[in-house]
């Protein structure tokens, strides 16, 4: 396969897992079993978005300021957050 395949494949693919991540996250809000999937799909997006940086950075950088991996990191990392923010929120408690 060719470098730009992958490497448009891999942007939107981050960008999907984080996305379908953080919408999990906020059902995670009210039904707290599905906190587990989103922290798993989050992991794969930051895997996926870490990779695409990276091939930016060896083979596109001067064609593209920002990839697309940027914003699924951006996504990837939003359950994480909300999950340590219903940890800090109910250990307060």
Same mark, same amino acid.
Not at 9 to 15: D, E, K, N, P, V
Not at 60 to 85: A, C, D, R, W
């Given at each position: 396969?060719? /470098?730009?395949? =992958?490497?448009?494949? =891999? !942007?939107? @693919?981050? &960008?999907?897992? !984080?996305? =379908? !991540?953080?919408? /999990? @996250?906020? &059902?995670?809000? /009210?039904?707290?079993?599905?906190?587990?999937?989103?922290? @798993?799909? @989050? &992991?794969?997006?930051?895997?996926? !978005?870490? &990779?695409?940086?990276? +091939?930016? /950075?060896?083979?596109?950088?001067?064609?593209?300021?920002?990839?697309?991996?940027?914003?699924?990191?951006?996504?990837?990392?939003?359950?994480?957050?909300?999950?340590?923010? +219903? =940890?800090?929120?109910?250990?307060?408690?």
């Amino acid at each position: 396969m060719k /470098t730009n395949l =992958i490497y448009v494949f =891999i !942007g939107y @693919a981050s &960008i999907f897992f !984080g996305f =379908i !991540g953080s919408l /999990t @996250a906020f &059902i995670g809000l /009210t039904q707290i079993k599905y906190m587990f999937y989103s922290i @798993a799909l @989050a &992991i794969i997006g930051f895997i996926l !978005g870490s &990779i695409n940086v990276f +091939i930016n /950075t060896k083979y596109f950088s001067e064609q593209e300021k920002y990839p697309k991996g940027y914003f699924g990191i951006l996504l990837s990392s939003l359950p994480v957050i909300i999950l340590m923010v +219903i =940890i800090f929120k109910f250990k307060s408690n």
